[in-house]
Every structure is written in C-alpha cells, then in structure tokens.
C-alpha cells in the first residue's frame, strides 16, 4: 500500500480483556516500530523488528505487552489482562532500514494510529 | 541520556504572521534532531531534520529550523503561517546506541499551533 496501515482505527474493551491491534507497514520496509501516545504527550517508544525480530524492546512497559511480527512484514501488538491506563494511540512505523546505532536519521512513516479505550 | 524539552504547549498566531516553535535538547552525543508535524486523525509526518551538516535545516511546507549548540537548541520558524500549518508540533532527538536504548526517536511533548484567521 502507499503508507503504513494500522487497524482497528478505534478500539473499546474492558478492563481486564486482550486485545490485538495490527500494523501493516510499507511494503520492503525492514524496520517496524511501536510507540505509544497517552493524552496530551509524545509518543513513546515501544518495542522495534528489525526483520522477524525484537532488536529492541526495552519500551515495553510490562509483561502484558507482547508484539510479534512473524514474517517481517505485518505486526501485531497484543496486551493481555488490559488496564484502563493502557487506553492511548498506539502508533506503528516503518522504515526502510533500520537498525540500531545506524542512521538514526533514516526517515520513519507513520501510521495514523490505532486509539485503545480501556473502560 | 538524551531529551528534548518543548518551551510551549500551545502556540497561537494570525495568519500571515511568523510562527516560532522552541525546542532545547539534551544529548550526551552529537544528536540527530528532528521536527514532526501530526495533523488530527492523520500519521505524523517529517518536517525536516538535523544530523551534523548545515546548521540551518530547511523542510516541507516552508518551514526551517537552525541547530543552535552553544544554546543546546532547535527551534522551528515559519516566515508566514497558514491555516494548514494548524496542528501539533514534535521535536525529536534520536538516541544513537544500541540494544537496551530507549528505540531511535525520542519525543518533546508537543506544541499545539493554532493559526487565526
């Protein structure tokens, strides 16, 4: 597709439920990022694949937060047993490249985010 | 550590007059800086960035900011604010070291411009 995808747009669950939210990112793009953005604040980093694997998932908050990406193409991030404070815009992105201690100026495309409300 | 601080949380100005968005940042590293721009409903897009060439950086949409060392800053400027330029504003720093780093972007909180008419 022409950008990064991400679905559901908008989620409701309970406290307490799991969910998964998807992201699709730009075709050939080796790096997958995560962030999340609460009210009021910038995102904040998640999790990153650099292909299949997690190369850096020091921005998972707690072990309820799992992300996978199996193919090194879709993404999916699950959260288990969700919590009201989990209710933010979780963000996905992608970049050509990637890469830890690498060009950290390489340009990363957004998704428009996916908006999780805990009740 | 590396941080970005953002002097505004709103900014407000007139059409057709100059917009100025302050950002300071700390960084242990000569940084990578960033501006994104976020438009409601829409993905964050990037503005422009800084990574060690010509201090003054230019980008989309006629925006331009200047890395500023001895003031640890780089704030954004617009000559001439439009009514698109309306939306939220992120500076950014990236974070240039390995496994156990805090990902490669780090965000300021934002700085909501509002563009009267």
């Known amino acids: 597709g022409a950008g990064v995808s991400q679905t559901p747009s908008n989620k409701v669950t309970e406290k307490g439920k799991y969910v998964e939210l998807r992201c699709d990112p730009i075709?050939?793009?080796?790096?997958l990022y995560w962030y999340r953005q609460s009210l009021g604040q910038g995102p904040e980093f998640l999790i990153y694949?650099?292909?299949?694997?997690?190369?850096?998932d020091s921005g998972l908050p707690n072990d309820r937060f799992f992300a996978v990406r199996p193919e090194g193409s879709v993404s999916t991030l699950k959260i288990q047993r969700t919590e009201r404070g989990d209710s933010a815009v979780y963000l996905c992105?992608?970049?050509?490249?990637?890469?830890?201690?690498?060009?950290?100026?390489?340009?990363?495309?957004f998704g428009s985010g996916t908006q999780l409300s805990v009740l | 550590a590396q941080s970005v601080t953002q002097l505004d949380s709103h900014v407000s100005v007139s059409e057709g007059t100059p917009v100025l968005l302050r950002c300071n940042y700390s960084?242990?590293?000569?940084?990578?800086l960033f501006w994104y721009v976020q438009h409601p409903n829409k993905g964050l897009q990037l503005l422009l960035k800084?990574?060690?060439?010509?201090?003054l950086v230019k980008g989309i949409n006629g925006f331009e900011a200047e890395f500023k060392k001895s003031e640890t800053s780089f704030h954004l400027t617009k000559p001439s604010a439009h009514m698109s330029d309306a939306a939220e504003y992120f500076c950014?720093?990236?974070?240039?070291?390995?496994?156990?780093?805090?990902?490669?972007?780090?965000f300021g909180k934002g700085t909501k411009l509002s563009v009267k008419p």
């Open positions: 992105a992608s970049s050509l490249r990637g890469g830890q201690g690498f060009a950290t100026n390489e340009k990363l495309f």
């Open positions: 075709s050939g793009h080796t790096a």
């Open positions: 694949f650099q292909g299949t694997g997690a190369a850096d």
């Open positions: 960084s242990s590293y000569s940084p990578s």
């Open positions: 800084y990574t060690s060439a010509a201090t």
């Open positions: 950014v720093v990236s974070v240039s070291l390995g496994r156990g780093s805090q990902g490669n972007l780090i």
